[in-house]
């Protein structure tokens, strides 16, 4: 099961956010002194960006290439109509030139009879000369549209395919020096803990559009479950007492909704972890982390980042364990799931 915010995106932003990734630092890790939180959080941050514009610019790269296509299409039936206007333009002439009697129009307009015969045989020539060189006309200035049209879709198409490809080499460069900042990040992290001296904390920055709006929101925005409440397993003593959300190391994790920071610890089954209190009696833990970035006695909203997702401690591999208990400590955990979804946020 996936979950992922919603994300505008424009096909100025395509242009613009290559512009503006180009423009960064080339080491694109934070400088050699930043901390490897911080390092992982704007690598994080600028992987996902430039995935989100890659994805939009090979969207709207499909979308005109179909467009081109479809363009020629119409042209293909533009020159089928000319082609059967100049057979029918064939046709009229070679009824022009020869009656029923078999004597040419213009003879049979020689040997009228009378003036108004011969002006009625001048009318029908006009008129279907007319009628033909009209259609005609229309048909070409149709054509001319559909290709001036087509070259146009063509050159949006072949841009947007030039620019993904830049995209795409950006998005592998920085792909790369994230996962070797999240290497670094883990590895400082697993040293904390064998020493069992929590790192300080390393504040993160917050999303642009500040808080979310919402009283309680996902400890993560993008997600897999994996482990669930009550589920057993070798790894632990009796059941699983949180849910797992699987993601890479470095994540942000956030505080599911306000509350007080009552603990962060480092060491143990569960790593470096978070405890948050909510109102109601109620409190959240964040555990198995690689960085937090608050410490103890701090506020936190809804959303706020408060820690980077890890490995440490008992884990297997990358992931957030999650709890909500009624008490700070384990063995007071409840189904987070449910809890989660009363308030609004299913999972």
Same mark, same amino acid.
């Given at each position: 099961?996936?979950?992922?915010?919603?994300?505008?995106?424009?096909?100025?932003?395509?242009?613009?956010?290559?512009?503006?990734?180009?423009?960064?630092?080339?080491?694109?890790?934070?400088?050699?002194?930043?901390?490897?939180?911080?390092?992982?959080?704007?690598?994080?941050?600028?992987a996902?960006?430039?995935?989100?514009?890659?994805?939009?610019?090979?969207?709207?790269?499909?979308?005109?290439?179909?467009?081109? *296509?479809?363009?020629?299409?119409? %042209?293909? #039936?533009?020159? +089928?109509?000319? /082609?059967?206007?100049?057979? =029918?333009?064939g !046709?009229?002439?070679?009824?022009?030139y020869?009656g029923?009697?078999?004597?040419?129009?213009?003879?049979?307009?020689?040997?009228?009879?009378?003036?108004?015969?011969?002006?009625?045989?001048q009318?029908?020539?006009?008129?279907?000369? *007319?009628?033909?060189?009209r259609? %005609?006309? #229309?048909?070409? +200035?149709?054509? /001319?549209?559909?290709?001036? =049209?087509?070259? !146009?879709?063509?050159?949006?198409?072949?841009?947007?395919?030039?620019?993904?490809?830049?995209l795409?080499?950006?998005?592998?460069?920085?792909?790369?020096?994230?996962?070797?900042?999240?290497?670094?990040?883990?590895?400082?992290?697993?040293?904390s803990?064998?020493?069992?001296?929590?790192?300080?904390?390393?504040?993160? /920055?917050?999303?642009?559009?500040?808080?979310?709006?919402?009283?309680?929101?996902?400890?993560?925005?993008?997600y897999?479950?994996?482990?669930?409440?009550?589920?057993?397993?070798?790894?632990?003593?009796?059941r699983?007492?949180?849910?797992?959300?699987?993601?890479?190391?470095?994540?942000?994790?956030?505080?599911?909704?306000?509350?007080?920071?009552?603990?962060?610890?480092?060491?143990?089954?569960?790593?470096?972890?978070?405890?948050?209190?909510?109102?109601?009696?109620?409190?959240?833990?964040?555990?198995?982390?690689?960085?937090?970035?608050?410490?103890?006695?701090?506020?936190?909203?809804?959303?706020?980042?408060?820690?980077?997702?890890?490995?440490?401690?008992?884990?297997?591999?990358?992931?957030?364990?999650?709890?909500?208990?009624?008490?700070?400590?384990?063995?007071?955990?409840?189904?987070?799931?449910p809890?989660?979804?009363?308030?609004?946020?299913?999972l």
């Amino acid at each position: 099961m996936r979950s992922s915010r919603p994300h505008p995106l424009l096909v100025p932003a395509l242009l613009c956010a290559l512009a503006v990734l180009g423009a960064r630092p080339a080491d694109g890790d934070g400088g050699a002194g930043a901390a490897p939180g911080a390092q992982v959080a704007r690598l994080y941050e600028e992987a996902a960006d430039t995935t989100r514009q890659y994805e939009q610019g090979r969207r709207e790269a499909e979308a005109q290439r179909a467009k081109a *296509l479809e363009y020629e299409k119409q %042209l293909d #039936r533009e020159r +089928r109509k000319i /082609d059967a206007m100049h057979e =029918d333009l064939g !046709r009229i002439a070679r009824a022009q030139y020869r009656g029923t009697d078999g004597l040419p129009l213009t003879a049979r307009m020689l040997l009228a009879d009378s003036p108004e015969e011969l002006m009625r045989g001048q009318r029908v020539v006009s008129r279907a000369n *007319l009628a033909v060189n009209r259609a %005609l006309g #229309r048909s070409l +200035r149709a054509q /001319d549209r559909l290709a001036a =049209d087509e070259a !146009r879709a063509q050159a949006v198409w072949k841009g947007l395919e030039k620019r993904n490809a830049e995209l795409a080499k950006l998005k592998t460069k920085i792909e790369g020096k994230l996962a070797a900042a999240r290497a670094r990040l883990q590895g400082a992290a697993d040293a904390s803990v064998t020493a069992g001296s929590c790192p300080g904390a390393v504040r993160l /920055d917050q999303p642009e559009d500040g808080r979310t709006g919402r009283s309680w929101v996902a400890p993560v925005e993008t997600y897999e479950l994996s482990a669930s409440f009550g589920s057993g397993g070798s790894r632990w003593a009796h059941r699983h007492t949180g849910q797992d959300f699987a993601v890479p190391v470095g994540t942000p994790v956030r505080s599911v909704g306000t509350g007080r920071v009552v603990a962060v610890t480092c060491g143990g089954a569960f790593g470096i972890q978070v405890v948050v209190e909510h109102p109601g009696g109620y409190y959240t833990q964040y555990a198995h982390l690689s960085a937090v970035a608050v410490d103890q006695g701090d506020r936190v909203e809804p959303g706020q980042r408060i820690a980077q997702s890890g490995s440490t401690g008992n884990s297997t591999g990358p992931h957030l364990h999650f709890e909500v208990r009624v008490t700070p400590d384990m063995g007071s955990a409840l189904d987070p799931v449910p809890w989660l979804s009363q308030r609004g946020v299913p999972l």
